[in-house]
T-cell receptor
């Protein structure tokens, strides 16, 4: 049972464009929503995270938008660069120490120069 | 980067053989996790540990066992490897916060 659904599976964007990746979750007990970035041959690295008490969080070119009523959240990458080409995973968990993450299926982003 | 070392990084073995993967951390974090990554499935939790000798099952634990005799080491064992266990395995750690930090993975092929 996939509790976090992610789309699209793959995304191709031109340099300077906006990349948007969407996730939807089922478990209303989730209260911590991180995004991870993964390059080939490497482990996932935490990119940005949000808690449901805010609707948006921005760090540089990366923004998370959160819609609690719809149980959806999305990652926006502004001014996308070729170096952003990677696989992105959304995840969800309860915000407690040692809580287990439930991951989406992943999105392979390619930014063309 | 969080101090996490996974070994081996690559392994090829035959069906029916036992396999042990090691995760070593230098952060003295309490929590450690084993995930497997497969196309179309993201990362799925196999087992996790919340302290020395304290472990619990994740969503895909069948066919796997774990042990944690020291804070810094978390071992994942496939008692009798099957081809369905061909995957990339990641170890993660977390401390008092809620974010997890991942190692660079072990690519395991079972022929």
């Amino acid at each position: 049972q996939q509790q976090v659904k992610q789309s699209p599976q793959s995304l191709i964007v031109q340099k300077g464009g906006i990349s948007i990746i969407n996730c939807a979750y089922e478990n209303t007990a989730f209260d911590y929503f991180p995004w991870y970035q993964q390059f080939p041959g490497k482990g996932p690295a935490l990119l940005i995270a949000i808690r449901p008490d805010v609707s948006e969080k921005k760090e540089g070119r990366f923004t998370i938008s959160f819609n609690k009523s719809a149980k959806q959240f999305s990652l926006h990458i502004m001014d996308s660069q070729p170096g952003d080409s990677a696989t992105y995973f959304c995840a969800a968990s309860k915000e407690t120490s040692g809580s287990r993450l439930t991951f989406g299926e992943g999105t392979q982003l390619t930014v063309n120069p | 980067d969080a101090g996490i070392t996974q070994s081996p990084r690559h392994k090829v073995t035959e069906t029916g053989t036992p396999v042990t993967l090691r995760c070593h951390q230098t952060e003295n974090h309490r929590y450690m996790y084993w995930y497997r990554q497969d196309p179309g499935h993201g990362l799925r939790l196999i087992h996790y540990s919340y302290g020395v000798k304290d472990t619990d099952k994740g969503e895909v634990s069948d066919g796997y066992s774990v042990s944690r005799s020291k804070t810094e080491d978390f071992l994942l064992t496939l008692e009798s490897a099957t081809s369905s266990q061909t995957s990339v395995y990641f170890c993660a750690i977390s401390g008092t916060g809620w974010s997890q930090h991942f190692g660079d993975g072990t690519r395991l092929s079972i022929l």
